[in-house]
């Protein structure tokens, strides 16, 4: 595809600048969200040349594509661009902000554990212990009463007793 110098240029700019460029598999789009004078056509067919060359690594997602450059890509944009060393991509600075973190987290209670004693001990945070044994909630786990016989009517269902 022929793709004005202008237009390579800025697609080129922009994706040294930043490191990363993404647009949307939609081919008829007029203009591409970030570069507003190039056409979103040319941004894809330019990182799929990209691509093929082993400048970009591609990602595709939810109908959108992100291209990352690498390290063959940034050389290749640098001497496109007569850039000197010392300027490189926005994913390569180190932040100068320090990492924002979250407050920091409460010591956990050295006390006892929330159920009461060691895990596996009856009454304790165990199996046995969630299971209710020892609770009074019938702790010998036996079966139906002796007086529960079932009966099944054996035949295509209905619900109704056979007559």
């Known amino acids: 595809m022929l793709i004005p110098k202008k ?13 990363v460029l993404q647009a ?9 969200p970030e570069l507003e004078s190039v056409p979103n056509l040319q941004v894809i067919k ?15 997602a939810w109908r ?19 850039l000197p060393d010392e300027i490189v991509p ?3 600075k180190k932040s100068t902000r320090p990492l924002e ?5 409460a010591e956990r209670p050295s006390g006892p554990r ?4 060691e895990a596996g001990v009856e009454g304790g945070a165990g199996r046995d212990g969630y299971r209710g044994a020892g609770r009074g909630f019938g702790g010998d786990k036996a079966g139906a009463p002796g007086a ?4 099944f009517g054996g035949g295509r269902g209905g619900g109704a007793p056979p007559s």
């Open 148 to 151: 529960f016989t079932p009966q």
């Open 90 to 92: 926005a994913t390569l």
């Open 114 to 117: 929330r159920f009461g004693g």
């Open 7 to 19: 237009n390579r240029r800025e697609v080129y700019k922009y994706l040294f600048k930043e490191g």
């Open 64 to 82: 959108h594509y992100y291209w990352f450059l690498t390290d063959k890509g940034i050389d290749y944009l640098r001497e496109y661009l007569n």
């Open 24 to 32: 949307e598999k939609d081919f008829n789009l007029p203009k591409h």
């Open 101 to 105: 973190r979250g407050p920091p987290r």
């Open 46 to 60: 330019l990182m799929q040349s990209f691509k093929s060359q082993e400048l970009v690594t591609e990602r595709f």
